[in-house]
Each structure stands twice: as C-alpha cells, then as structure tokens.
C-alpha cells in the first residue's frame, strides 16, 4: 500500500486533532467536517480498504465500531444518534 495521509498521521508526521489512541486505531478530528461532530478511526495495522480484509481483521474491525460507540458516549452525541460510515 506504501505511505498515505493516515500513516504519516499516525507517526506523527502531519498534525492532527486526536481524541483517541490506542495499540490497534488512532481517531481524530477531520479537517474538512461533514457534520458537527466527524471524527475519522483508523486502524494501526496496514488494512487497504474494507475490501481486502480477512477474517485475520475480524476482531480489528469490530474493535473499530466499538472505539466509534466509545466516542459517540465521549462526544455526547451517541444518546440522539450518529452516523457511522465505512469507506472502502
């Protein structure tokens, strides 16, 4: 896949707005927000998209749409509802 945005995000070589680490995904603001609250997860590992997953990135996955319920609580929008997208 080779270096993207996200990689150099995630080393810390562009800025940006992060409100949530840990081992496997990073979450952060979008410079370019499409709703008040938009906020980006992605994951550590090297994953090029929804359609190259195997079942080896299972418990990743779902590790990621737990991390958006999380934010959802932290943000204070998961109680009226939210949008969560997967771009593939």
């Known amino acids: 896949m080779g270096e993207t945005i996200f990689s150099k995000i995630i080393r810390r070589e562009i ?5 949530y680490e840990d081992e496997q ?6 410079i370019h927000p499409q709703a008040p609250t938009h906020i980006l997860i992605i994951p550590k590992e090297e994953l090029e998209g929804l359609q190259a997953a195997t079942p080896r990135h299972e418990q990743l996955l779902g590790h990621l749409l737990v991390v958006a319920a999380r934010l959802a609580q932290q ?7 939210y949008r969560c997208a997967i771009n593939a």
């Open 75 to 81: 943000e204070g929008i998961a109680a009226t509802g």
């Open 25 to 30: 995904c990073l979450a952060f603001r979008d």
């Open 15 to 19: 800025p940006a707005d992060i409100v």
